[in-house]
Structures are given as C-alpha cells and as structure tokens.
C-alpha cells in the first residue's frame, strides 16, 4: 500500500560503458568541477567574515571570537545531533545580539562581538541548546551544519556517533520535516526517457536480496513463481516510469487533518487500481488466502484498511465464516459495502433485528482500527486471521504497521493468525548504471553531463522511489532488519541497524580480468523489503512478497540513498596508495560498513532515515563520512 509523492522522470539505465572509461570520467567530472565551482561558504558566527575551509572557519571564531568549537564538542562529548543543536542555537542567539555563553543582550552586532569571552564551564550552558527546536537548521544552506563532522574521519570508533535511544528521539521530533496542512509536497517534475533492458536473475539465494523460508515443508513461492526457479525480468522494457522525490514542506498540523488527508487519498480510485493491478502483490495474497484451507475454513477474519475489499473477497471466497473489513476513508468503506453486496457477499441485517438476513459473511466496518473498541462492533480477541496490505515505500512508510499490530492485540485470540507474518528490509549498494549519468554523457552525440552531476548533488539531500534494475548493483545484498509481526512490540518499528556491504561487480561490469577493471563506483545504497506467509500459519502453500530488483517489478518499487560522493569498492587485491583516503580511486575500500536508522517522523506517517557510511580498505584503514538524514514523507 504506497501512495504517490512528488514525482521525476529520470533514466535507470544499464552501464555499457568500459569501467576503465568510467573512472575516468568521474575523475576528468572532479577535477573540472575544482577548477570551475566554488566551494563550500562558510559564514562567521559572529561577524561577515566567509571562509572556504572549515578548519579555517573554526580557527577564525576561536581565535577572533574565543568561540572554540572543538574544545566544547571534546569537553561535553557532543554527537553529531548534539553538534548540530549547538550551532543552531548559536545563530540563533547572534541574531539577537545575545551572548551563546551567558545570554548579556547587547546593542549590536560590534557590541556583542566586543563583548564575546571564553566560557568557564562549558556544562553549565549545555542546557541552553539542548532543545529539539535547534534541529531545525537556522541559517537556510548552512554548509557548517554538514561539513563540521568531517574531521572524524580518520576515527575508528565509526558506530559510536549516534547513540540509538537519542537518535529515536531526536528524529520522532525533528522540526525541520513537517509537512504544511494543505500541500503535501511541492511537485516538481523532470522529464526522461527510461529504458530497461529484459534479464533473467536467479531467486533462490539470499545475497540477491531474499530470505529462503526454511521451515517450509513444501514449495514456497516467491512472487507467484516458485523458489529455485529463473524469473524473467518483467515489465523492464522501454517505456516512462515515474521516480518519487519526497520534498518536505515547513508547518504543522494535527495526527487528525493527517489521518483525514491520507485516508482521503486513498479514495481516489486511481490508487486502488495500481494496488489491484500489481499482479505480484495480488498474487502473494490470492494464494496465501485460497491455498490454505486448513487456515481459512470457518474462521472469522479481520482485514485492516480494507481499501475495495478485495481481500476481504478472497477471505470469503475461501470459507471463513465471519469477514470484518476494516476501513477508514468514509467513501471507500462505502464502495467496499457495495462491492461485497454486488457479489452476493455482504453480510446484513434489519434495523432493530440481530437476525443476519443476508447470504454474505462479510461486514464493513467504517473507522480507524484504533477507534472500533470504542464502538464494541467485534468482540475483543475474537479474530482466528488477521490479514492486512500495510506496507508503504521502504515497508515503513505511512506507518500503518502500528495499526497492524493494535489491532493483533486487540482483536486477534491466542495463537492466532497474521498475513503476512514476517517483513524484512534489504540493503545493497548501487553504481553508476543505476543512476541517469550515462543517458546525459551522450545526448544525440553531445555531452550534457553537467545535468547529470547536478541531479546527482540534488539526490543527495532527498530519497528517490524508482525501479532499480539488478545489474545496477555493485554490492551483495544484506539484510537490514527482519520482523515477526507475531512477536514484535509496536516501539520496534524504530530501530537502528548496522549492516556490511561488499563489493560484486559481476552484475555491474561483466567478466573483469586487469586490476584496474576491479574497482568501480558506489553512488548510494537501495533499500528493498519482502513480506513472508510463512509455513507457521500457511502449511499448505506458503509464499513470499518479494519488492527486489531482481524480481519482477511491483508499484513499491525501491527506496534509493544516494551518498554525498560516489565511494571507489574493488574486489580485488590491486596495490592501493596508502597515502590516498580511502573510498578514492587510488584507495579503493574492499567494505562498506552501514548504520541505517529509521524511525518513526515527527509529521504523522513519514519515516526519517539516518544513514552513516564508512568505507574500510584491504588494509583496514577506514574512512567515515558525514551523517545524511532523510525524510520520506
């Protein structure tokens, strides 16, 4: 269940280039843009003085203004979101002619800087800007706020950044990505021609992106196909595919008008039939519904967020005995009642009478799941099967796994059953024929790849929703994390993951035979999820809802990271230079070690996704770069 953002067009292609040649290119695309762009503007705290270094910026507002950044990050241990509070809170208080230390407020600018001194206990001023209201950057493109971790680089305690309890917290309340009440996102859209070239990719191993299901007795499939089989890459011919970008806007707005917004999108038909048209989704649930009598025989089934019924139909249609279809958009539960009636399958009742004069086993039920134990409709753990279609972009997205789980521990008996069952979120790492690069090196024979890089630079700062084809892929698949909807507690939706990426340039450049050909590019990492009916409940015939690239494409797509600076990986043992940082060309890293946060946004039904990335080489020196924060939203 994914709903439509901000949309681009832009071009997934395949990389025919030599790796050689593309190397190359990337390094001539440097070292053109050191000689033509400007760097980073680092504005003075205290004063107009601009600096393009930042080890050049601290030094001046240490010395100049006997602010010593460094000093107070080291004295009170400062993280990363702790680093960033506290330069927010500096702006902020200069802008008002105040003192960041002991608050004087001074007459101007010159006053305030005159007035400026070294500060006695660093402590005692902590309290000032430990406020969530100063994760919200206060000077708009402030290059300070992403360049002043970069001088960690050469640490090697890389995990210990971000402390997981904070990180939640600090994310749950991030000012910066609300979203207005009447504009979701602001819609930009960019013209492409996509082209996909049809492959065939092997399924049953884990390192292509899923988890085999062993407990299963029999065949499993994975979207409609049997395991162990060849799927043929579907629907990746020459055509016009949409990529969402997810731009937040700034305001505020109440979980209510949210909850009206999103339960009012999805009565627009449109929606339903690009769900109802996703022959991989409709399949895992056809047949993890029909295939297992022994599960659905007699038994009363809830459906949460029912949409048009559909499963709701198959629960039906496969014998259970009582159907509550749980909807909350007023109109679509209207819709869902005459569909069901349409077919013979409503149940109904006279006014005033409790007799059911209908033939049907199915009940609408209009509300919000976490509101229906207030209308007692369905007695309280009274469900044999819980059966839902709540996963949204990057699985999590509009978080309505909350209210998948609710309603388990509300409605569902003991030992009963959940469709799907378990959910799992993949990683790998994608290169550069992942990306639109290659279409703008070669326009009609010109090259326009200065609005390639451009792109580039923007999808940095946003997550991108787009089919990535396999053979764009540089890394193995890992998994991220993995959940039992039987056994989870709804605060596990958020969490923290540190996940390893190594290089596999088999997919992305063929048969490499010279050293120089074993090293290639990352540009990002690609996020994908499965959800498993697993043989615990389905015994007949379990299946797997895989969202991978290297299955046939569903409306979920994939979930794209792209890093600040594309990271040189190489498989092989070349000399590398030890004097070269790590992640360059001549040091390419031999690992990518990840810590991936997602958790639940301040704006009701948005995800953050914090993302660290480091780069580890063969002689096991590492780099870390700066921390990305997205919101998909």
């Known amino acids: 269940m994914a709903k439509n953002g901000t949309e681009y067009e832009p071009t997934f292609t395949d990389d025919d280039d030599e790796e050689s040649e593309e190397l190359q290119d990337w390094n001539d695309w440097d070292a053109k843009e050191e000689e033509e762009e400007e760097g980073p503007d680092f504005l003075c705290f205290f004063c107009d003085s601009r600096y393009s270094s930042c080890d050049d910026f601290f030094d001046h507002c240490s010395s100049t203004h006997h602010f010593d950044f460094r000093a107070i990050r080291k004295a009170l241990g400062l993280n990363f979101y702790g680093s960033f509070k506290l330069i927010n809170f500096v702006r902020s208080q200069v802008v008002e002619n105040r003192c960041w230390s002991c608050g004087l407020t001074c007459q101007s600018n010159q006053d305030l800087q005159n ?92 390192s292509n992106g899923y988890s085999n299901n062993e407990d299963s007795p029999g065949k499993v499939t994975i979207n409609g196909m049997d395991s162990g089989e060849h799927v043929e890459s579907a629907g990746r011919k020459t055509k016009e595919n949409k990529l969402r970008a997810y731009i937040p806007n700034h305001g505020s707005k109440d979980v209510k008008n949210i909850n009206d917004d999103y339960f009012g999108a999805y009565s627009s038909f449109g929606i339903h039939r690009e769900m109802i048209s996703d022959k991989v989704r409709m399949d895992a649930y056809r047949q993890a519904i029909l295939k297992n009598p022994s599960l659905l025989k007699s038994a009363v089934v809830m459906d949460v967020g029912c949409g048009t019924g559909i499963l709701s139909l198959f629960a039906a249609q496969a014998g259970a005995s009582k159907v509550f279809a749980v909807e909350a958009s007023e109109k679509m539960a209207a819709v869902a009642t005459q569909i069901a009636k349409d077919n013979g399958l409503l149940w109904s009742k006279s006014p005033g009478d409790s007799t059911n004069h209908g033939t049907g086993v199915i009940e609408v039920v209009q509300g919000m799941v976490e509101e229906l134990d207030k209308s007692r409709l369905i007695q309280p753990h009274s469900v044999d099967v819980l059966v839902s279609e709540w996963m949204g972009y990057c699985l999590l997205y509009e978080t309505m796994l909350s209210s998948v789980l609710f309603a388990r521990d509300q409605w569902l008996k ?15 790492g994608f290169g550069k024929g992942a990306t639109s690069l290659p279409f703008w090196e070669n326009v009609y024979g010109f090259n326009m790849s200065c609005v390639g890089k451009e792109l580039f630079e923007g999808a940095s700062k946003i ?171």
């Open 115 to 206: 007035h400026l001194h070294e500060t006695v206990n660093f402590k005692d001023v902590t309290p000032l800007w430990d406020n969530d209201e100063y994760l919200k950057p206060f000077l708009q493109d402030d290059s300070v706020l992403y360049s002043f971790g970069e001088d960690e680089e050469g640490e090697d305690d890389y995990t210990a950044v971000v402390d997981k309890e904070e990180l939640m917290s600090d994310l749950r309340h991030f000012e910066e990505i609300c979203i207005d009440h009447d504009i979701h996102v602001e819609k930009i859209a960019i013209d492409f021609d996509t082209s996909y070239e049809s492959g065939k990719s092997n399924v049953a191993s884990s």
């Open 414 to 428: 003991p030992g009963g059953a959940i469709l799907p069952d378990t959910a799992t979120i993949f990683v790998a």
């Open 463 to 633: 997550p991108f929703v787009d089919s990535v084809d396999d053979h764009g892929l540089v890394t193995s698949a890992a998994v991220l994390q993995s959940f039992d909807l039987v056994t989870m507690k709804p605060d596990e939706v958020d969490f923290t993951a540190n996940v390893e990426l190594e290089p596999n340039l088999g997919g992305a450049a063929g048969s490499l035979t010279d050293l120089k050909s074993e090293t290639t590019w990352c540009f990002g990492v690609v996020l994908w999820f499965e959800t498993g009916f697993t043989s615990r409940f389905c015994k007949e015939m379990p299946a797997v809802l895989s969202t991978s690239p290297y299955t046939p494409k569903t409306h979920w797509l994939q979930t794209i990271l792209t890093f600040k600076e594309p990271i040189a990986v190489t498989s092989g043992k070349s000399n590398i230079d030890k004097s070269a940082a790590v992640g360059t060309e001549a040091c390419p890293a031999v690992r990518i070690p990840l810590r991936i946060s997602i958790a639940r946004a301040s704006q009701h039904r948005n995800i953050d996704i914090s993302l660290e990335t480091a780069g580890v080489d063969a002689h096991s020196r590492k780099r870390n770069w700066p921390v990305q924060i997205f919101n998909l939203g």
